[in-house]
């Protein structure tokens, strides 16, 4: 037997976050390697209420066919939140995704051909290159600075390069780096994305989880055209398992995305939508947001100060002001796969940073997620991590 | 603003039969157009119990993330199922995907470049010829008689087309024209599939809602090559709202959608796959679905009865054994749509056969649902639709 495939195949190969996570499964390892929030956060008997008075109220609707663009209700409420970083937004500009992750796809689907450039930052969202590369683009990645992406580089790009469908950005504790970009580079963008007239998807799964200062105003805020598709996600808030993102934007550029979440699989699961909907009426959301902060924020905390105590001075690490990560430089001539293999023998693991890297070439970098562990783990993961560096070094 | 869309956005409109079931939406249209299943034969009550169940004794995994492939245990009961089929599958045949409409979905990324050809029944499911249609695919659609597509035919095309990526067939109550393959047809097209070396996506939404009759065994059941991909859904034997189906298939040609989903969104909800695989361990899945055919047989009964009594001689429909559907033709001469608008002014909807046909050309059929109404509004609105009908002729 000799099946033919499509072409966009051989760009796809298993996750290799997904299979280091296999390694960092073992109960004994201290793993900074996911991506996930802390379980013991999820509002598992809130849950169980409102799973009850969903069946009970609205049981038949629950559980039928709902409409491609999502519940009203809920589509309503996500519009409100927004204007917390200054995005006007109604009903119509909200579509429902299963988690942000299908909005990526989506973008792919809407926007690229065979050869078509995708401009993302250095280094980028592991899942979001994934979710572009079944549609075979090129990608032009921008290096970064500690206020977001060099704007002089991102002109130079778009200046040369022909076929650019569009400027993926994660602008709030972005991930693999936990940065934040500057208001100035996000109203910089937008000139620019105007200046060239090419759309922008900003990414934004971490905003919401800021612990100290102000949230910046979204990218999208600074929007007059319509070119920002904003991409939010209740999976860092609320709970990942149910599957909850939307896609926002105005009219014709949405309808694109609704037409293909119609094909792709109809609509999101009606219960789940009418659940948190109902989560949002009889609970606070932002209370419950800030009970997972305050458990971050401390998390955070220890880890910074263990970094600071036990890692060779000249390893770096990036601060960050909220979010999930922080990441790691090593000196250049050093391996962040090299380092994996010994860490895991001691029981510690976090995910090399070249996965991070749509054109690859960067090995000395990792990403290590602050959330998932307890305080002491913390401790002796990184003062455990900080030993192999100095080894290695 | 001049946004530059992929080439695959020209083939993507929105699904008529959504836009035309927004006409059918008033209360007092006795409504035959919906792909939907009975809501009143949703397991609310049970739901309730299971949902409170998976969360206390799942709480925390049932809210996280989850392994792309599905549940474990949901994914075990799936491939012992299958037995009742003649498909002997296990654990790892078997993908947990949102609804089977996203495994229409990953068949067309898997298989499809631009210009490669779908065969098709003739008609064939709308949401199947959109999800393709993504993918930019030409259409050979073959016809069907009273046992199935129509094997002359087939072996035809595939001696004299390239490119032919995948044969794509329902065969059982098959959507839109209700009709079954016979076990002989079934051998055969495994047959054809095997010398032309051409993959198969078998789709079956409907063959466990059989009201007489044994279930004539899968084609997947004669496949010994894994050259079938055989995709199965809950959204017409429990409750669709959930968004929960699967993909069965073998090794690399299944590791390929594995890759796909993960690109797509992660996983299905880890929440409603532990309802579901909870609902089937404490309660008879199979039970259930007798409640449902009884009910939806005496429907389909009323609903010939009905057509035998009011319709023209001249207007012919299906018998069917079992599913949602049954297929209407008129003579030559007759536009379904005029049908409709007539139709719909005496508050009766269907939809209009044309949109079935990938490559269009066929205005004389419709389909109609004879799950959703009760009796009384089955014998009310096919009554009327017959004296529309006498009117037209």
Known sequence: MNIKYADRMKNMKASEIRELLKLAE??????FAGGFPAAEMFPVEAMKIVAVKVLEEQGEKALQYSATEGFKPLREKIAKRMKAI???????????????QQGLDF?????????????????????????????????????????????????????????????????????????????ERRKKLIELANRFDIPIVEDNPYGELRFEGERPPAVKAFDTEGRVIYLGTFSKTFCPGLRL??????????NKFVLVKQGSDLHTSSLSQQELNCFMEDYDMDEHIEKIKEVYRKRRDIMMKTMEETFPKSVTFVHPKGGLF????????????????????????????????????????????YCTMPEDKIVEGITKLGKVLHEMI
Do not use: C
């Not at 073992?26 to 793993?31: A, G, L, R």
């Not at 993102?245 to 949405?254: F, R, S």
């Open 107 to 183: 973008a792919g689907k809407v926007f690229l051909n065979e050869g078509d450039i995708v401009i993302t930052e250095k280094p980028s969202y592991l899942g979001a290159i994934m979710a572009f590369k079944a549609y075979s683009p090129q990608f032009v990645d921008i290096p970064m600075d500690d206020d977001g992406m060099e704007m002089d580089q991102l002109e130079e790009a778009l200046k040369t390069k022909e076929n650019v469908k569009f400027i993926y950005v994660i602008p709030d504790f972005q991930n693999p780096t936990g940065k934040t970009w500057s208001v």
């Open 245 to 254: 993102g939307w896609t926002l934007g105005e009219g014709e550029l949405l």
């Open 86 to 100: 200054g995005v006007e937004a109604g009903i119509d500009n909200v579509l429902i995704t299963s988690g942000s």
């Open 326 to 369: 922080t990441w790691v430089e090593m000196p250049p001539h050093m391996n962040a796969r090299d380092v994996f293999k010994k860490a895991i023998e001691h029981n510690v693991a976090f995910v090399p940073g070249d996965s991070f890297y749509p054109n690859g070439g960067v090995h000395n970098t990792m990403r290590i997620n």
């Open 26 to 31: 073992k109960p004994e390892i201290i793993s």
